[in-house]
């Protein structure tokens, strides 16, 4: 008879489930409170602190966790935005849009407002800045855009645009759940007039989600 260790999968299983609760636990009260602390977060998670630390040593790992969760996010969301042969500013929209759900889902990662925090910001942002700066500089040559910056140096304004509009949403004031104004900022910010950049962003919003 053969005998041998139990197998693992279970535990490991557990284990997944687990981490997965701690960090939406965490993504709602960080959302809630940007100094709330790990115990808290650990009670809303319905788990013990012994076990939010096994995950998560201390504070800085959760935040890498959550940062680097949106980071692969706005990847997928990129890769879904993707339309071979989209005009700039239809390729640009559509990136905006895409990733405004990502951006609500993290964005009380832009609320800690910690150096570190920033540079994580940074760090999950430069695939999407790498892109906007393709369709920009895509569009500065085929005159959509406008040429008055280097695509680089627009793409960064593009994304604080889109990073104040984020930022600015309160239960309070206003919101844009499907990230209609900032993509049309975005567009107005590289040179599309208003009028023809909320047109824009209407026709991407009556699209199938398909390319």
Same mark, same amino acid.
């Given at each position: 008879m053969m005998t041998g260790s139990p197998p693992r999968l279970p535990q490991r299983s557990h284990a997944r489930s687990n981490r997965a609760r701690i960090l939406t636990a965490a993504r709602e009260e960080l959302g809630r $409170?940007? $100094?709330?602390? %790990?115990?808290?977060?650990?009670?809303?998670?319905?788990?013990?602190?012994?076990t939010l630390y096994g995950h998560f040593p201390n504070r800085e790992a959760l935040i890498d966790a959550l940062a680097a969760e949106a980071k692969q996010s706005?990847?997928?969301? +990129? !890769?879904? *935005?993707?339309?071979?042969? *989209? $005009?700039?500013? !239809?390729? +640009? *929209?559509? +990136?905006? %849009?895409?990733?405004?759900a990502v951006g609500d889902r993290y964005r009380m990662l832009i609320s800690l407002h910690r150096t570190r925090t920033e540079e994580r910001i940074r760090v999950a942002l430069a695939p999407t800045r790498a892109e906007v700066t393709s369709i920009l500089e895509r569009g500065q040559r085929d005159g959509t855009f406008a040429g008055h910056l280097p695509a680089p140096v627009l793409a960064l304004a593009a994304e604080s645009v889109a990073l104040a509009v984020l930022e600015s949403e309160t239960p309070a004031d206003w919101s844009d759940p499907t990230g209609e104004a900032a993509a049309t900022a975005v567009l107005i910010a590289a040179g599309i007039d208003p009028a023809s950049a909320r047109r824009y962003v209407h026709t991407v919003l009556k699209e199938d989600t398909q390319c």
């Open positions: $409170d940007p $100094d709330v602390s %790990l115990d808290e977060i650990a009670r809303a998670a319905g788990v013990v602190r012994r706005l990847e997928e969301a +990129l !890769t879904a *935005a993707r339309c071979p042969g *989209a $005009d700039p500013p !239809t390729a +640009l *929209a559509r +990136l905006i %849009l895409a990733s405004w």
